[in-house]
C-alpha cells in the first residue's frame, strides 16, 4: 500500500517563505503523478492551489508556487501572511488509476 | 461560474444504503471527467472515485469497490454516488470535484459537501 507523506505541522513567520513537501513512501515523486495541492479551513471546502505539479488554479496568488524538489513534490508559500494559517493537503495519481492523498499539513505563521 | 452542489446525505444504518448527487453548473459538464473524494471531520481527505466524461471509464478506492458506483447523467449534468453496504466507516463529507489534467486525475473546482452518518 503506498502511502504518500507530508510534514504533520510547520511553522513560518509572518512575511517568510516555506516550503511543504509531499513524498513517497517508496520512491520518487515525478510530474507523471500530477502533484496537486490544497488548502482547508476548518468547515470549509477545500480549495485548489496547485495542480498538475506547477499550475496554479484560477485567482490563487503568486505566492504560491508548485515544484518538484529532489524525489517529492513541493509548495512554496512567500511572503506568508495570517490568513495562510490552514490545512495543506497533497495528491498523487497513480499509475494503478487511484489518487492518493497524503495526511495534511497544519501551517501556524507566527 | 462554476458551481458544484452536492445533496442526498444523511443519516443511514449500518448496512443500508443512500444515493449521493452532485448537480453541477457554469461549465460543460459533459466534457469533464468527475470525482468524490470524502473526509472523516477533523481527519485527511480521501479520494473515492472517479468517472469519465462519457461515463465509460470508472475507477475505485479499494475501500469502497464492489460496494460504491459512481455514475453521471450529462443530460441532466448530473453525478451520482451510489453507496450500499454501508459500514460506520464511511461516515464522512462527501465532495464532488471537477477534474482537470490529462484524464481528469487533478480537482479544480470542489462543492461544499455533504454529510453522510452511518449509525444505528
Known amino acids: 500500500q503506498t502511502v504518500v507523506t507530508q510534514e504533520p505541522s510547520v511553522s513560518v513567520s509572518p512575511g517568510g517563505t516555506v516550503t511543504l513537501t509531499c513524498g513517497l513512501s517508496s520512491g520518487s515523486v515525478s510530474t507523471s503523478y500530477y502533484p496537486s495541492w490544497y488548502q482547508q479551513t476548518p468547515g470549509q471546502a477545500p480549495r485548489t492551489l496547485i495542480y498538475?505539479?506547477?499550475t496554479r488554479s484560477s485567482g490563487v496568488p503568486d505566492r504560491f508556487s508548485g515544484s518538484i524538489l529532489g524525489n517529492k513534490a513541493a509548495l512554496t508559500i512567500t511572503g506568508a501572511q495570517a490568513d495562510d494559517e490552514s490545512d495543506y493537503f497533497c495528491?498523487?495519481?497513480?499509475?494503478?488509476?487511484?489518487?492518493?492523498f497524503g495526511g495534511g499539513t497544519k501551517l501556524t505563521v507566527l | 461560474e462554476v458551481q458544484l452542489v452536492e445533496s442526498g446525505g444523511g443519516l443511514v444504518q449500518p448496512g443500508g444504503s443512500l444515493r449521493l448527487s452532485c448537480a453541477a453548473s457554469g461549465f460543460s459538464f459533459s466534457s469533464y471527467w468527475m470525482h468524490w473524494v470524502r473526509q472523516v471531520p477533523g481527519k485527511g481527505l480521501v479520494w473515492v472515485s472517479r468517472i469519465s466524461s462519457d461515463g465509460s471509464s470508472t475507477s475505485y478506492a479499494d475501500s469502497v469497490k464492489g460496494r460504491f458506483t459512481i455514475s453521471r447523467d450529462n443530460a441532466r449534468n448530473t453525478l451520482y454516488l451510489q453507496m450500499s453496504s454501508l459500514r460506520a466507516e464511511d461516515t464522512a463529507v462527501y465532495y464532488c470535484?471537477?477534474?482537470?489534467?490529462?484524464?481528469?486525475?487533478?480537482?479544480?473546482?470542489w462543492g461544499q459537501g455533504t454529510l453522510v452518518t452511518v449509525s444505528s
Open positions: 498538475s505539479t506547477n
Open positions: 470535484a471537477r477534474g482537470t489534467c490529462t484524464n481528469g486525475v487533478c480537482y479544480k473546482y
Open positions: 495528491v498523487l495519481y497513480m499509475q494503478s488509476g487511484i489518487s492518493v
